[in-house]
C-alpha cells in the first residue's frame, strides 16, 4: 500500500510529485510509479520519504500500522 499512503501523505503536505522527485533525485514519472504501485522505491529513497513526511518507514510500509 505504498502508493496510497505516499499520495496521502505529499497531499496533506501540499507538495507536487515532482517536489518530492527532486528531493528523492528520481523523476517525476518515477515517482509518479511509486504512488501507482508499479515500482517501489528504493531503501534510501523510503528513508528519505519517511523523514520528510515526519513518518517511520514502517507506516509507509504497513498498512495496518496506526500512529
Same mark, same amino acid.
Given at each position: 500500500m505504498i502508493n496510497i499512503k505516499s499520495k496521502k501523505l505529499r497531499e496533506e503536505l501540499g507538495l507536487t510529485q515532482k517536489q518530492l522527485a527532486d528531493y528523492l533525485n528520481v523523476?517525476? +514519472?518515477t515517482? +509518479?510509479?511509486y504512488e501507482?504501485?508499479?515500482i517501489l522505491p528504493s531503501i534510501q529513497s523510503l528513508i528519505k520519504l519517511s523523514k520528510i513526511f515526519g513518518v517511520l518507514c514502517d507506516y509507509i510500509?504497513?498498512?495496518k500500522c496506526v500512529i
Open positions: 523523476t517525476r +514519472s515517482y +509518479s510509479y501507482t504501485g508499479k510500509l504497513n498498512e
